[in-house]
């Protein structure tokens, strides 16, 4: 599992228009091939009166698994442009369908790959981008007595809550990184004054939004 990568945050979608064209950006998460063909043929089915339905998907840890698709625009025009803007934002398991319905208006071979990388930016600006970091999951049990502390600590600092249990005693959730786990316990034990019990839990992605430099 990688430490951390940059993927989309939902799916969504997002209309252009250049030159009397229109371009829409559908964007989904994917993290299987059959899974990123899935929606490419939904979209298809969805817009079958589409000019064209192009697309491109970057699936893997490694980016072993990338295709793109032309869908009948001049070779390298369309779906090479949405897989290098996928490519330079760094983003894993994301596919994306750029269906066009031409207005009357050629634009050229470089108008195209300019339009389809457009497209696709500003969708993938739309439906926004999250980075997953790998964290340990730590449950931190406390007697209510210290939950209101805890909790406000907890918010102000760089950890962050996954959840919190009402039961006999109170269940704190907590995504630590794997670098500070025992920092962050040495630290729960100096709040609590040693009243707490604690135990490592799952090992999961935690998603953060993402803002892009301008």
Not at 61 to 89: C, F, M, W, Y
Not at 131 to 141: F, M, N, S, W, Y
Request: proline fraction near 1%; charged fraction near 30%.
């Amino acid at each position: 599992m990688l430490p951390r990568y940059y993927t989309v945050k939902q799916m969504g979608e997002n209309e252009i228009n250049i030159q009397k064209s229109r371009f829409i950006a559908h964007i989904k998460r994917a993290e299987t091939e059959s899974e990123a063909q899935e929606f490419i043929q939904a979209i298809k089915k969805q817009h079958w009166s589409a000019t064209h339905n192009c697309s491109a998907y970057l699936i893997g840890e490694h980016d072993h698994i990338q295709k793109a698709n032309d869908d009948g625009e001049p070779s390298g025009t369309a779906g090479v442009p949405i897989l290098e803007v996928l490519k330079k934002r760094k983003l894993k398991d994301t596919v994306v369908v750029v269906t066009r319905y031409f207005g009357g208006i050629k634009l050229g071979a470089g108008g195209l790959i300019r339009a389809y990388g457009k497209a696709t930016s500003e969708g993938l600006d739309a439906v926004g981008i999250v980075e997953r970091k790998l964290a340990q999951i730590i449950h931190v049990k406390i007697d209510y007595t210290w939950l209101g502390k805890i909790e406000k600590e907890i918010r102000a600092s760089e950890y962050k809550i996954k959840d919190i249990h009402y039961l006999d005693t109170v269940e704190v959730e907590v995504y630590v990184a794997e670098n500070l786990v025992q920092s962050f316990m040495d630290w729960m034990v100096e709040l609590t004054n040693g009243q707490c019990g604690m135990e490592k839990g799952e090992i999961l992605y935690l998603e953060e939004d993402y803002v892009r430099e301008t």
